[in-house]
Nanobody, 127 residues
Framework: QVQLVESGGGLVQAGASLRLSCAAS????????MAWFRQAPGKERDVVAT????????YYTDSVKGRFTISRDSGKNTMYLQMNSLKPEDTAVYYC????????????????????WGQGTQVIVSS
């Protein structure tokens, strides 16, 4: 079992920055591939960024490339999402997700590949 707790969301103006954190506890977190997803009102939960358990492979959805940076600190059992140049269309509830990865370089972009989820943190970007 892994418990995930997100923090760092809030209400900001367009162009601002936020850093989301996902604190993980439980089993050996370094064995888990992790990801950020987001869900806007009335829409499906979509992948934002993923990171392999060793940090060697990272994926970003096209809409956030160049603006968002995913990272993880295994010593702190924490994953981050640095979000710069925020836009109103980034408004959503952001979720972190994790699942055991046998291979250190594995990542997945599909939500159904992740078995552990946080409760979400709200990000609202005003225009």
């Amino acid at each position: 079992q892994v418990q995930l707790v997100e923090s760092g969301g809030g209400l900001v103006q367009a162009g601002a920055s936020l850093r989301l954190s996902c604190a993980a506890s439980g089993r050996i977190v370094s064995m888990y591939a992790m990801a950020w997803f987001r869900q806007a009102p009335g829409k499906e939960r979509d992948v934002v960024a993923t990171i392999s358990r060793d940090g060697s492979r990272i994926y970003y959805t096209d809409s956030v490339k160049g603006r968002f940076t995913i990272s993880r600190d295994s010593g702190k059992n924490t994953m981050y999402l640095q979000m710069n140049s925020l836009k109103p269309e980034d408004t959503a509830v952001y979720y972190c997700a994790a699942n055991v990865a046998i291979r250190s370089e594995t990542t997945w972009s599909a939500a159904n590949r992740y078995g552990y989820w946080g409760q979400g943190t709200q990000v609202i970007v005003s225009s």
